[in-house]
């Protein structure tokens, strides 16, 4: 069902995913139809926390962020990569 939906979008879909996201996660199973399928693309494992060591600027630990996604720099990059796919769909 959902190679179809990715087949319908021409795979213009990035699914931003964290382990520590207990309600989301990978939509495909990684590693099961090679680099070349166009699947193999749609799964995107965001680190969280971002990092393990204390700012300098700050007096405690990175918050794990879960379930939550704010706007970051895998978020902007993700969105960038998909507006040059419409871009390069739509001559």
Not at 29 to 37: E, I, K, L, R, Y
Not at 38 to 57: F, W, Y
Request: hydrophobic letters at 40%.
């Amino acid at each position: 069902m959902l190679r179809e939906v990715g087949s319908r979008l021409a795979w213009r879909w990035i699914n931003l995913w964290r382990y520590t996201d207990a309600v989301g996660g990978a939509v495909f199973v990684p590693f099961v139809h090679g680099p070349d399928d166009p699947a193999a693309r749609v799964d995107r494992r965001v680190r969280d926390p971002r990092g393990l060591l204390i700012p300098p600027t700050d007096t405690v630990p990175p918050p794990v962020q879960g379930h939550r996604f704010t706007p970051d720099d895998d978020f902007h990059a993700a969105i960038g990569e998909l507006a040059e796919r419409l871009e390069r769909t739509d001559d």
